[in-house]
């Protein structure tokens, strides 16, 4: 069975930072194209940050400079870093992993930014 489970979500203030986690089972991670995706209330569901299975990376416009996304192949973990937090950022962040054949959803991670 496929599983990606996200976690590192929860409540910060503007300018903080959060590191999201996603651990990825059943499939052979190192071969994954992986992504980081989010939804906020009434939005598209968007890509925020992705890696591919060789290390290439690319971001969304409005997160360049202040997130970070790294995998861990040894762990099967792909980290997303999350500084100078926005309120606009709040959104449920899901993890995504795909190849040509498969493409599989973690369970998403409320992230809320108060001001």
């Known amino acids: 069975q496929v599983q990606l489970v996200e976690s590192g979500g929860g409540l910060v203030q503007p300018g903080g930072s959060l590191r999201l986690s996603c651990v990825a089972s059943?499939?052979?991670?190192?071969?994954?194209?992986m992504g980081w995706y989010r939804q906020a209330p009434g939005k598209q569901r968007e890509l925020v940050a992705g890696i591919s299975s060789g290390g290439s990376t690319n971001y969304a416009d409005s997160v360049k400079g202040r997130f970070t996304i790294s995998r861990d192949n040894a762990k099967n973990t792909v980290y997303l870093q999350m500084n100078s937090l926005k309120p606009e950022n709040t959104a449920v962040y899901y993890c995504?992993?795909?190849?040509?054949?498969?493409?599989?959803w973690g369970q998403g991670t409320q992230v809320t930014v108060s001001s």
């Open positions: 059943g499939i052979i991670f190192r071969f994954y194209n």
């Open positions: 995504n992993g795909r190849t040509v054949n498969f493409d599989s």
